[in-house]
């Protein structure tokens, strides 16, 4: 498995509260819960293959 690398992200306050909420929703970190979305946003436009 590939190392994860660190990024700055710099995004609206409200999005981010919008995110933590769902993440706390679904047990996730926050992290885990925006690399899962950009993951399944990846896949749905046919930019990423499925394993």
Not at 24 to 35: I, K, P, V
Not at 37 to 45: F, G, S, V, Y
């Amino acid at each position: 498995m590939a190392q994860k690398k660190p990024f700055v992200l710099r995004i609206d306050p409200e999005l981010l509260k919008a995110v933590e909420k769902w993440a706390a929703d679904e047990f996730r970190s926050t992290n885990g819960q925006l690399e899962w979305l950009i993951t399944k946003a990846l896949r749905e436009a046919g930019r990423l293959k499925t394993k």
